[in-house]
């Protein structure tokens, strides 16, 4: 028996994927990365605060960039240990950075020259150099492909809202604004102004509401960071789903097992997202299940 074409398009409609009603970007490595290397900025910062004094600048010049950036990442975990969401509730941003500034510049001067303490005094104005500085074009610039994307989804008709969840401090909207693109976004969803962060579900949740969205709608977050991003998005609830952008190379650093758990869409850049996108070729449960 032959099915009347209404009943078949009926049928298709229950087939096909619900529409997809909200995107959501990561910021830091997905849709910006450093313009200059950390510890380059950070020893240039020393340098300039140091002019005055040929034996400071001696010492700043002394500094290694590497031990800058390694130094930096220890002192960044402790805060972020000690004082969560860049101390939202406890302590204005400006107050959670300092230290986390000072322990960098002291830790790697340490590891550079034995007289550490040469610098100590220069920590105030290296504060004031830097910490403006991160939210300006000198040091972000736009991931590959990044600006082309987002244009490419701007123009998509009745295509998905767009919205950021990001584990930043208030500057960031600065940052999207220096970068020219803050205008693309329904919302800019922090992890200082909202109090939680990625991978706790809530900022998932919450981003649903800015966004105008019903519980359960299909949304799709794009992130690098696995933990964070991809294991943040698919366990908060029905309706998420992930896209992984990294290196193949990056990608191998999460343990084999993580990876299959984890139901996701791995791209190497952003240039195939709007592709994958229509085409409504994202990763589903069954796919994983058959890798």
């Known amino acids: 028996m032959r099915l009347p074409r209404s009943a078949v398009l009926r049928s298709l409609a229950m087939m096909a994927p619900a529409r997809i009603e909200l995107l959501t ?8 990365e450093p313009a200059i290397p950390l510890g380059v900025l950070y020893k240039q910062a020393v340098v300039a605060q140091a002019l005055d004094d040929a034996k ?3 010492a700043a010049e002394a500094l290694s960039e590497i031990e800058l950036t390694s130094a930096f990442g220890k002192a960044y975990a402790a805060a972020d240990r000690a004082r969560p969401c860049f101390g939202a509730g ?32 220069l920590l105030p104005g290296i504060f004031d150099r830097l910490y403006p500085t991160f939210a300006t074009r000198d040091a972000w610039q736009l991931t590959p492909h990044a600006l082309e994307t987002l244009e490419t989804l701007r123009g998509w008709a009745d ?7 990001s584990n930043w401090d208030e500057r960031l909207h600065t940052v999207l604004e220096q970068l020219e693109v803050a205008d693309r976004f329904a919302f800019v969803l922090t992890s200082r102004e909202f109090g939680e962060e990625k991978p706790d579900a809530r900022i998932f949740e919450r981003a649903r509401e800015l966004a105008g969205v019903g519980a359960g709608s299909r949304s799709v977050h794009v992130g690098d960071s696995f933990k964070r991003d991809i294991v943040g998005a698919r366990q908060s609830g029905d309706g998420w789903q992930a896209v992984f952008v990294c290196s193949e190379a990056e990608r ?3 343990p084999a097992v993580e990876l299959q758990a984890i139901e996701h869409t791995h791209l190497e850049s952003l240039a195939t997202l709007v592709d994958v996108l229509k085409g409504d070729s994202l990763v589903t449960e069954r796919d994983r299940k058959q890798q």
């Open 56 to 58: 400071l600048v001696a």
């Open 159 to 165: 295509g998905p809202k767009l919205g950021v969840i």
């Open 252 to 254: 191998r650093r999460v």
């Open 90 to 121: 406890v302590c204005d941003s400006e107050e959670w950075w300092r230290p986390v500034v000072d322990e960098t510049i002291l830790t790697a001067a340490a590891q550079s020259f034995e007289e550490s303490d040469l610098l100590e005094g």
């Open 25 to 32: 970007f990561d910021c830091t490595g997905t849709l910006f």
